[in-house]
């Protein structure tokens, strides 16, 4: 693997064809992160600054350049058998939506997509702060995505706020370069689970041979499924809204503070107003949710091949001698390489027996 070091949008400065190590941490529904150990020499010490991207060869097309990561701390030491050694680290473009906060109140009602494309337009593409301005920043295609959502938002770190809502709605996205661009996209991924036309089933277990490792965990002390949530007002005059159908022994309820859902001097409707409460309390609720998921080490070359058979944020089944059988989707992807080898470790998310 060779890695590509661009000078922003600027085209490619240099290569990296040799490292000691290097760690490409991919993410489905929050931020893509690296790090990236080299030869102390005084050609990549010149080469690799801060601020400079980082692409792999296989991210590469003639116009596109996915899984890019973005130079944000560098280190340099001596040690008497390995010499001079370089490490680099830093996170992926889609912490450029980080450095953006929601500037100015704003009410989303509809689609969820509809809402996010908004919020990227009016606080990173067209501001009414021209200093807010990204440049080269733009939208991919419209998804279609039939989610919808109603929300208040004020203050909101962008890819925190996306990362949330992502995982409500089951939508990931990111930023990658094509033509000189920064483009914003959403995805959803695919159900591999099942025969489509001319592919076949995405199945990971050690009867395959593709999996070499998984660790299964399931956690659910501080699990919370149903809440009450209490808006504006107080006393018996305050609004409230309430979320969860669980029922008897399997609803565990919760209370959560909403006054800072404004309606606005009663300009927003009691309707749309309970609608957003409720909103609001889903978003707070996804911190309570309990946890089943696993890690596993696939096998490289093994049935499937990362990239063309499946994707991250695609759902796949995960089958072992243990009496575990379920469909998940793959919300992460490590790729590392060192001096014993390569691994790709995926994490699989929330389990659907």
């Known amino acids: 693997m060779d890695i590509y070091v661009l000078d ?32 102390g020499t005084k050609k990549y010490v010149e ?41 680099v680290s830093g996170g992926g473009l889609k912490k450029i939506l980080g450095q953006r906060i929601i500037w100015k109140q704003t009410n989303l009602s509809g689609l969820v997509e509809t809402g996010i494309r908004h919020i990227i337009t009016e606080n990173i593409i067209s501001p009414d702060n021209p200093a807010r301005t990204i440049e080269n920043f733009t939208l991919d295609t419209v998804q279609g995505f039939t989610d919808e959502f109603d929300a208040q938002l004020l203050g909101e770190n ?3 706020w996306l ?55 399931y956690q659910k002390a ?39 859902v404004s309606s606005n001097g009663e300009i927003i409707t009691v309707a749309q107003y309970t609608a957003m409460l409720e909103d609001y309390g889903r978003e707070q609720l996804a911190d309570t949710v309990l946890t089943e998921k696993t890690e596993g080490t696939i096998i490289p070359n093994g ?4 990239g063309k058979d499946y994707f991250l944020g695609d759902v796949v089944r995960i089958i072992n001698d243990r009496g575990i059988s379920a469909t998940s989707r793959i919300i992460e992807i490590i790729y590392s390489e060192d001096e ?10 929330d389990w659907e027996e």
């Open 47 to 87: 080469t690799l600054q801060v601020g400079r991207l980082l692409v792999r060869d296989e991210d590469m097309s003639d116009d596109e350049y996915h899984n890019v990561m973005r130079i944000e701390s560098k280190s340099l030491s001596f040690d008497a058998e390995k010499g001079w050694v370089l490490t």
């Open 303 to 306: 049935m499937y091949t990362l």
């Open 222 to 260: 501080d699990y919370k499924n149903a809440a009450l949530i209490g808006g504006e007002g107080e006393g018996t005059a305050q609004r409230t809204a309430a979320i969860g159908d669980a029922e008897g022994l399997e609803r565990f309820e919760t209370y959560i503070d909403g006054g800072n």
């Open 8 to 39: 922003g949008l600027n085209g490619i400065a240099d290569i990296v064809d040799t490292f000691q190590s290097v760690i490409w941490n991919l993410q489905f529904f929050s931020l893509n992160d690296f790090e990236l150990t080299v030869p």
């Open 340 to 349: 014993n080898g390569s691994n790709l470790t995926p994490t699989f998310g």
């Open 158 to 160: 962008i890819a925190e």
């Open 163 to 217: 990362e949330g809502i992502g995982q409500t709605c089951g939508i990931g996205w990111d930023v990658y370069i094509k033509n000189g661009q920064y483009v914003f996209c959403l995805k959803k991924g695919t159900d591999r689970t099942y025969d489509q036309a001319n592919t076949i089933p995405v199945v990971f277990s050690p009867e395959y041979d593709n999996l070499s490792s998984a660790v299964y965990t």
